[in-house]
């Protein structure tokens, strides 16, 4: 009973490829999240969505493109993958924020991109 | 914006004693909610402890405690008892106005706890 999941756990691909990492929560969260943890530890928020509707789009090179078909998935597309897009990228989901702080990040267990 | 500092890089502690993890935020919002998490070396975010601006009271969660100074915008971990087990990556966050969404973290401090 995960309560955020993302697939594939680890991901080695070719430069140049299109790929995609799956994130679900069963948590009946309204917000998901994507974040991008570099190989210092940075971690950066790429993306939000609440209930389907794209929220946060921090600069983030347009060939990340996410999908929320549902607010209980949100998925990261990445088009012609870069040796600088290796990274573990981490989804997460909150309740909605609004007017209420005190709402924690609930993590999936993050996926491993290797591009070679 | 809201920006996040957390100035070491890298700490050590000797196995049960306390430790402080320094945390200065940025913010023109009075309103705002303070996070902290841990990375183990297996990768995993974990909560640890939150505080919100117009809380009274400095949070406190087991051996987990927030030593909140408003005036100064810091929110310092504090650790008591360290084990070998917190060793990890620790990571500061805030959720501020004007998108009470959008959750933002420092740098992250890694602690070493030393049999």
């Known amino acids: 009973d995960t309560a955020v999941s993302q697939t594939p756990k680890y991901l080695v691909t070719q430069m140049g490829n299109d790929k995609s990492i799956k994130c679900e929560q069963n948590l009946g969260h309204d917000t998901m999240y994507w974040y991008k943890q570099d190989s210092k530890k940075f971690l950066k928020i790429m993306f939000s969505y609440n209930n389907k509707e794209l929220i946060i789009n921090e600069t983030v090179p347009n060939r990340f493109s996410p999908k929320s078909p549902d607010k209980a998935h949100l998925n990261l597309h990445i088009n012609s993958l870069e040796l600088g897009d290796s990274a573990v990228y981490f989804c997460?989901?909150?309740?909605?924020?609004?007017?209420?702080?005190?709402?924690?990040?609930?993590f999936g267990q993050g996926t491993r991109l290797t591009v070679v | 914006a809201q920006k996040i500092t957390q100035t070491q890089p890298g700490m050590f502690v000797q196995e049960k004693e306390a430790v402080t993890l320094d945390c200065t935020y940025d913010t023109s919002d009075p309103s705002y909610g303070l996070f902290w998490y841990k990375q183990p070396s297996s990768g995993e975010m974990i909560f640890l402890i939150y505080q919100g601006s117009y809380d009274q009271q400095n949070a406190t969660e087991g051996r987990y405690s927030l030593n909140f100074q408003k005036a100064r915008k810091s929110a310092n971990l504090v650790i008591s008892a360290s084990q070998l087990g917190d060793s990890a990556m620790y990571f500061c966050?805030?959720?501020?106005?004007?998108?009470?969404?959008?959750?933002?973290f420092g740098a992250g401090t890694r602690l070493t706890v030393k049999p």
């Open positions: 966050a805030m959720r501020s106005p004007p998108n009470n969404n959008d959750m933002r």
């Open positions: 997460a989901s909150s309740p909605w924020a609004g007017a209420h702080l005190n709402t924690e990040a609930f």
